[in-house]
């Protein structure tokens, strides 16, 4: 018996041993109780994850070690996008550090630096990706899904902050892919459960051996 889908959902690939078993664990557990899959490397885990979770139309907050990994599940969304023939928005969330546009120009790259920077520049007034962004649609990004380099091209061809863009982005994604960071410190998790409520999510932590 294979397992139930939406209409125009599926699993985007032949299925490899023990895909289609783990596809449907999940599907039947994910929501009432915590799953846990142990698979090999090249099992397909991500792929097996985002077909059992998409059709329930939640968001899915995708946890990595480091904001590096956040592109993995976001590249396979493009695919099962792609093969499914879907559109589901989903992209990579990053901290000021990696999106600061202004600390790139100034040459800043010390963490602390650059959210002082961001708070002194801001609350003046004097960053000028921030002060565009108050003018600018965000929701045409949300299109099609998008990883950490493309939010970047995107928001410097329009002049606008892309940290404070992808801020906007949240509500509208059904993936965010972030750094574990995002989920256990309370004060960082709050940046996302405010504009994503964390009890209307599946949380995916991925190598949670690594907590
Ligand atoms: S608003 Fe954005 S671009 Fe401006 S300083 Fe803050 S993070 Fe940087």
Same mark, same amino acid.
């Given at each position: ?31 009432? #109780? ?15 994850? %985002? ?11 995708? /946890? ?14 493009? %695919? ?15 901290? +000021? ?5 202004? /600390?790139?120009?100034?040459?800043? #790259? ?33 299109? +099609?899904? %998008? ?17 404070? /863009? ?11 892919? %972030? ?28 190598? /949670?051996?690594?907590?």
């Amino acid at each position: 018996m294979g397992v139930s889908l939406p209409e125009g959902l599926g699993f985007p690939y032949d299925f490899r041993e023990g895909q289609e078993e783990a596809l449907r664990f999940i599907a039947m557990n994910a929501g009432w #109780r915590n799953v846990c899959l142990n698979a090999p490397t090249g099992f397909g885990k991500t792929v097996v994850i %985002l077909s059992a979770l998409l059709p329930r139309r939640a968001p899915i907050i995708w /946890a990595v070690r480091t904001g590096n990994e956040a592109d993995r599940p976001v590249e396979e969304l493009k %695919l099962f996008n792609e093969r499914c023939g879907c559109n589901f928005f989903g992209f990579s969330f990053r901290g +000021k550090r990696d999106m600061c546009l202004l /600390a790139r120009e100034m040459e800043v #790259r010390d963490p602390d630096a650059v959210s002082y920077l961001c708070r002194v520049k801001k609350g003046k007034g004097e960053c000028r990706y921030y002060e565009n962004l108050k003018w600018f649609d965000t929701e045409p990004m949300a299109e +099609k899904p %998008l990883i950490y380099a493309e939010v970047m091209e995107a928001c410097s061809r329009e002049e606008v902050c892309p940290y404070y /863009a992808q801020q906007r982005l949240l509500p509208l994604a059904d993936l965010v892919a %972030l750094s574990y960071n995002y989920i256990v410190n309370e004060e960082m998790s709050w940046t996302i459960r405010s504009r994503l409520p964390f009890e209307r999510c599946f949380l995916v932590v991925d190598e /949670a051996h690594n907590l």
